[in-house]
Nanobody, 120 residues
Framework: QVQLVESGGGLVQPGGSLRLSCAASGSGFSIYRMGWYRQAPGKQRELVAAITRVGSTNYADSVKGRFTISRDNAKNTVYLQMNSLKPEDTAVYYC??????????????WGQGTQVTVSS
């Protein structure tokens, strides 16, 4: 497993932007499926965005058009650019690294989470 450290969370106003970063230490980053998940109080953890080793992406319907996931394999880092933030985006955001055979995120590594709060 790799060690993941998220950063970039904070308090922003509705309509604002944040960029989350997830730095991975260890080997094998380039072949991991990377994902961002979030969990709001009283709600289940949900997939926000994921990106494969070759750059294919998928997003939750609630964030399509607003969020962009990307990865820099040379830096062992995955990013989540969040634009047009809404109060319902408020959650703890977790980074996940899923190794082959890429079956389930719970078989991989998780970061400690970073809080994103969208409020006036």
């Amino acid at each position: 497993q790799v060690q993941l450290v998220e950063s970039g969370g904070g308090l922003v106003q509705p309509g604002g932007s944040l960029r989350l970063s997830c730095a991975a230490s260890g080997s094998g980053f380039s072949i991991y499926r990377m994902g961002w998940y979030r969990q709001a109080p009283g709600k289940q953890r949900e997939l926000v965005a994921a990106i494969t080793r070759v750059g294919s992406t998928n997003y939750a319907d609630s964030v399509k058009g607003r969020f962009t996931i990307s990865r820099d394999n040379a830096k062992n880092t995955v990013y989540l650019q969040m634009n047009s933030l809404k109060p319902e985006d408020t959650a703890v955001y977790y980074c996940n690294a899923s190794p082959p055979p890429w079956v389930d995120a719970d078989f991989g590594s998780w970061g400690q989470g970073t809080q994103v709060t969208v409020s006036s």
